[in-house]
């Protein structure tokens, strides 16, 4: 087995606009989010973004919290967990559809989406064999023809949903 990834990882496999668009998305409404996920965003904000010339980085223009967040996102483990914990929710309404595909592609799914309690042990790697970013999304649009996630939107639940990053398994289970 490999050894674990930190949360912060995920930036290898994810584009930067792709970035900066998850951070704006977790930022536009926190009234959708859980009482526990909006409380744990709000303090995480608070605490570790730092905007110039704004004690409260929530009350700073979007784009400048936004371009604060990103610089964290990408070097900071734990910040990586609050704000994608808060992304998922925002796509959870396609989680059993998901599910299904993940299943029919032979990922082993977690009975609940991972917590990743420790965020510098957070992502394994490894697909199933032959499986990519491409065949899930043409799975996906097959099961349900209505989704509207984007391909990098499936591909990221699907990476948070699994608790691995994309590349071929080692053969040693």
Same mark, same amino acid.
Request: hydrophobic content about 35%; aromatic content about 8%; overall charge negative.
């Given at each position: 087995m490999s050894e674990l990834k930190p949360l912060h990882a995920i930036n290898v496999f994810i584009e930067p606009w792709f970035r900066e668009e998850i951070i704006e998305n977790v930022l536009a409404d926190f009234s959708v989010y859980s009482d526990d996920s909006r409380k744990e965003l709000v303090e995480t904000l608070k605490s570790e973004v730092k905007v110039h010339g704004f004690r409260n980085p929530l009350t700073a223009p979007k784009r400048l919290l936004v371009r604060e967040a990103d610089k964290l996102f990408e070097t900071d483990p734990r910040f990586v967990k609050v704000i994608l914990a808060a992304w998922v929710q925002l796509y959870d309404k396609n989680s059993k559809a998901i599910d299904k595909v993940l299943e029919s592609l032979k990922f082993d799914l977690p009975e609940t989406l991972p917590v990743y309690e420790d965020p510098i042990n957070g992502f394994a790697e490894g697909w199933p064999a032959g499986v +990519?970013?491409? %065949?899930?999304?043409?799975?996906? *649009?097959?099961?349900?023809?209505?989704? =509207?996630?984007?391909? +990098?939107?499936? %591909?990221?639940?699907?990476?948070? *949903?699994?608790?691995?990053?994309?590349? =071929?398994?080692?053969?040693?289970?």
């Open positions: +990519d970013y491409a %065949a899930v999304v043409k799975a996906m *649009r097959k099961v349900d023809e209505t989704n =509207e996630m984007t391909d +990098d939107q499936i %591909a990221l639940y699907t990476i948070l *949903r699994t608790g691995f990053l994309p590349g =071929e398994r080692d053969e040693e289970e």
